[in-house]
C-alpha cells in the first residue's frame, strides 16, 4: 500500500479564501448575512451571465427552492433524469410531488431527448395533465442535449430546471449550463470544481425567483419589526464565512476549469490506446465541458473479464480512489415504485463505468500512476 491516497476529486485552495474569512472575522459578521455572501451572488451573476442568484446551504436546498418557485406540490408529477445522484430526485419527494424518471442517450450520458417526448405524452395520456416540471441533469460536466431538450420543453410549456451541479464552467454553443432553463442549479459541495465547502446556488434571468428563493431561505420572514410569517421558510441561506471561501475559490475557477480538462486530456491520450478502455467525449465542438471527473467505460469481453468493479478494487489496493458511475434513480430502493422510462442505456454504464480520480491539485506524478496502474490491471 502506498502512503499517500490519491483522492477522486480533492478541495483545492488558492490561499485567497484567507483574506475574505479573516475580513469576516475581523468584522464579527460570522452570520448568513455579510459581504461575501451578496459578493460571491455578484461574482456567480457575472461568471454566468445570470441577472439574479442567491447563494444558499447547498444544491439540494437549490432544488428545492426551484420546485417551490415553480409551484410545484402534491400530486403534481416531475420529470428527472434517472442516471444522477439522489440529491436531484429527493426534493421532488420533499414536495409531495411524483419523480418521473427518464433515461440517458450514449453520446452525453444524459436525458434522452426522444423518451422525454415519449414521457411526456405518456403521463398526460395516464394523468390527464402534463409535468409540473422537468429537472436535467449535466452529468460530471457533460453538457446535455441542449437544443432538442429545450424545444420539446417549450412545445409543452413545461419549465425546465437545470441541474448544474457538477457543470459550474461548462458550456453549450458558448453559453453556460445553467442559464437555459427556467431555473439553474449549482453546487459547492466540497469535493466540486469549487467549494464553499459546503454550499450551492440558484441562478436565473428572472431576479424574481432568486429574490423569492432568499426570503425563503431565511425562514420567510415578513417585512415587520416583529417575527412574522405568512409562508413557510427555511434555513437555507450560505454563511457569510462559507461565501469567504467561494470568493477565493471564484478567483481561480477558470485555472481550477483549465486544470481538469488537461487530466481529462492526459487520460484520454492515455488509456484510450488500451483495448476495451473508453473515455467519455464532448460529441462535438458545441460541447465544452468541465470535466470535472473523467469517466470511463469497461469493456469486459474485450479486457478477458476484467470488469469496472475487479478494475475499481485493484486501484484501491494501491490506494487509488475511483468511483463507480451513478445507479439509476429507477434502480434504487426509495425509488422503485415511481414511474420510470428506459432504454437500458443508464444500467448500461452504471455497470461499466468508473469515475477516475480528477482533482485539480492532482500531480503529474499522481496521474501517471493512475494510468499505469489501470493498463496493468486491463492488460494483464
Not at 431555473?183 to 423569492?212: D, R, V
Request: hydrophobic share 35%; charged share 20%; proline share 4%.
Amino acid at each position: 500500500m502506498n502512503t499517500t491516497k490519491i483522492w477522486l476529486s480533492s478541495p483545492h485552495m488558492s490561499g485567497n479564501e484567507m483574506k475574505y474569512i479573516n475580513e469576516a472575522f475581523e468584522r464579527n459578521l460570522v452570520m448568513p448575512l455579510g459581504p461575501n455572501v451578496t459578493g460571491l451572488e455578484e461574482d456567480i451573476r457575472k461568471f454566468t451571465g445570470s441577472k439574479g442568484c442567491s447563494c444558499l446551504s447547498s444544491g439540494t436546498a437549490a432544488l428545492h427552492l426551484a420546485l417551490i418557485n415553480l409551484g410545484v406540490e402534491q400530486g403534481d408529477e416531475v420529470i428527472c433524469s434517472t442516471f444522477t445522484f439522489s440529491a436531484s430526485a429527493n426534493p421532488i419527494v420533499y414536495q409531495k410531488a411524483t419523480p418521473v424518471f427518464v433515461d440517458s442517450e450514449i453520446n452525453t450520458w444524459n436525458m434522452d431527448p426522444g423518451l422525454l417526448r415519449e414521457a411526456i405524452d405518456d403521463r398526460i395520456r395516464q394523468t390527464g395533465k402534463k409535468p409540473k416540471a422537468i429537472i436535467l441533469v449535466h452529468l460530471y460536466g457533460m453538457p446535455a442535449q441542449l437544443d432538442e431538450i429545450m424545444l420539446i420543453a417549450a412545445s409543452y410549456d413545461i419549465p425546465v430546471i437545470e441541474d448544474a451541479a457538477e457543470a459550474f464552467g461548462s458550456t453549450f454553443k458558448g453559453k453556460p449550463c445553467g442559464t437555459f432553463g427556467e431555473i439553474g442549479i449549482l453546487s459547492f459541495n466540497g469535493n466540486k470544481i469549487i467549494t464553499t465547502s459546503g454550499g450551492g446556488a440558484l441562478i436565473s434571468a428572472n431576479e424574481e425567483y432568486c429574490k423569492n428563493a432568499t426570503f425563503l431561505a431565511t425562514q420567510a420572514r415578513d417585512a415587520a419589526p416583529h417575527y412574522q410569517h405568512s409562508h413557510i421558510g427555511y434555513n437555507y441561506r450560505m454563511s457569510n464565512i462559507s461565501a469567504g471561501i467561494g470568493r477565493g475559490q471564484m478567483e481561480v475557477l477558470e485555472q481550477r476549469i483549465a486544470k481538469r480538462r488537461e487530466n481529462f486530456l492526459f487520460y484520454k491520450e492515455n488509456l484510450e490506446k488500451i483495448e476495451g478502455v473508453g473515455v467519455l467525449t464532448e460529441p462535438s465542438a458545441d460541447f465544452f465541458s468541465n470535466h470535472w471527473l473523467t469517466t470511463i467505460l469497461i469493456d469486459r469481453v474485450i479486457t478477458g473479464c476484467v470488469s469496472r468493479e475487479t478494475l475499481r478494487v485493484k486501484l484501491e489496493n494501491h490506494d487509488i480512489e475511483t468511483r463507480p458511475l451513478w445507479k439509476p434513480m429507477h434502480l434504487q430502493p426509495v425509488f422503485r415504485n415511481y414511474p420510470s422510462y428506459t432504454n437500458g442505456t443508464s444500467e448500461f454504464l452504471f455497470e461499466n463505468g468508473l469515475c477516475l480520480p480528477s482533482s485539480s491539485n492532482i500531480t503529474d506524478e499522481e496521474r501517471q500512476k493512475v494510468v499505469d496502474e489501470v493498463t496493468r490491471a486491463v492488460t494483464k
